[in-house]
């Protein structure tokens, strides 16, 4: 308390801070670990001493202090009795109650992302995308006729491809296309020529314009939005200027979202978990191969034996009970070895 906020990742708050009290944040982009800087008095980090003083690039806000939403609460709020889920804003990373949105939010499942009411404010350009976006459309008139409309527009499509299909038009079609991707190309590969064909064909349009020319709703409510609606928004030039100078350069960026990032943790944990024995099976001969293999399924099978004593048993696995399965493990091991080098010779 009356200190100033700091911010530590997750490897210090387990090796740096196993006694501190803290706040879990979650997501933050562009964030740097304060663990051991400046903001720290007699503390140095115990996995990178030596680090610079301060982080020009980080911003705080009141969630360092616990507090969340417009109705800067700590979460969970020993005082609030109305169960609602926190939903967190893409743009500024804070932490919003349903109830606090201004708009009630679609069921989880429909939506993918959540632009909280002050960032709808600050990127005042995404209302002109919302009746195309967002989730649900948000339209000047939101009227029961307006959906059948959007429903007779679906069935119809639903229809023209079932007739593609009966009539053998689309296996047509695609083999065409395949004959034509081929023809194209050799001539792809080999020259500079086609993309600047492409180029010449393609006027830059913003696609932003053209949504502004048509009519449009601005509210003050959260928006929400559906997965790969990042990569639908304008990239020209004057679009990438106006997103650097509201500093929301990210949301264009599909590898920015949350789940981009989850997706990220988990194939780094995959690789990282199959690379070490890969790679010292790699530099082994055949013979070190198969007796790394047999010893790995020995201890796999006697330490499930061991571990499932406890579970049936009920009992706590402890530090020492670990180590003494590895102690009578290496002896057996070692009884082994030894019978083997007495047959050898
Ligand atoms: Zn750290
Ligand atoms: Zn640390
Ligand atoms: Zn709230
Ligand atoms: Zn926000
Ligand atoms: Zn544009």
Redesign the pocket.
């Known amino acids: 308390p009356g200190a100033e906020p700091a911010g530590?990742?997750l490897?210090?708050s387990y090796?740096?801070?196993g006694t501190h009290r803290l706040f879990e944040l979650y997501t933050k982009r562009n964030f740097r670990?304060d663990?051991?800087n400046s903001k720290f008095k007699n503390l140095q980090?115990?996995?990178?001493p030596e680090k610079g003083k301060v982080n020009s690039g980080n911003k705080y806000n009141d969630n360092f202090y616990g507090l969340y939403c417009t109705c800067k609460r700590p979460y969970p709020d020993p005082e609030d009795e109305i169960p609602d889920e926190m939903i967190q804003c893409i743009v500024c990373e804070d932490w919003f109650h349903g109830r606090h949105l201004g708009a009630v939010p679609p069921e989880s499942g429909d939506f993918h992302e959540m632009v909280c009411q002050a960032c709808m404010k600050h990127c005042h350009f995404l209302w002109a995308y919302a009746p195309q976006l967002a989730v649900p459309p948000l339209t000047k008139a939101n009227s029961l006729e307006d959906e059948r409309i959007v429903l007779k527009v679906e069935e119809s499509e639903e229809q023209k491809k079932e007739i593609k299909k009966e009539s053998g038009v689309e296996h047509h079609d695609t083999k065409e296309e395949k004959q034509l991707e081929q023809f194209n190309e050799p001539s792809t590969s080999s020259g500079s020529a086609c993309p600047e064909v492409v180029t010449k064909n393609e006027e830059p349009v913003c696609k932003l314009k053209e949504l502004q020319s048509k009519p449009f709703v601005k509210k003050d409510t959260a928006t929400f939005w559906p997965s790969n609606w990042r990569s639908k928004l304008c990239t020209c030039e004057d679009c990438l200027k106006m997103y650097s100078e509201l500093e929301v350069q990210f949301l264009t960026d599909e590898c920015d979202t949350v789940l981009a990032y989850e997706n990220k943790g988990t194939s780094d944990q995959e690789t990282e978990r199959r690379d070490p024995l890969m790679d010292t099976l790699n530099s082994m001969n055949r013979v070190q191969q198969v007796e790394l293999i047999c010893e790995y399924n020995d201890l796999k099978t006697e330490l499930t034996d061991y571990l499932r004593r406890f579970a049936d048993e009920g009992t706590v696995v402890k530090r020492e009970d670990i180590q003494h399965f590895f102690e009578e493990f290496q002896s057996r091991k070692r009884r082994r070895t030894n019978r083997m080098q007495y047959y050898c010779s």
């Open positions: 530590i990742c490897a210090c090796e740096c801070h670990c663990c051991g980090c115990k996995l990178l």
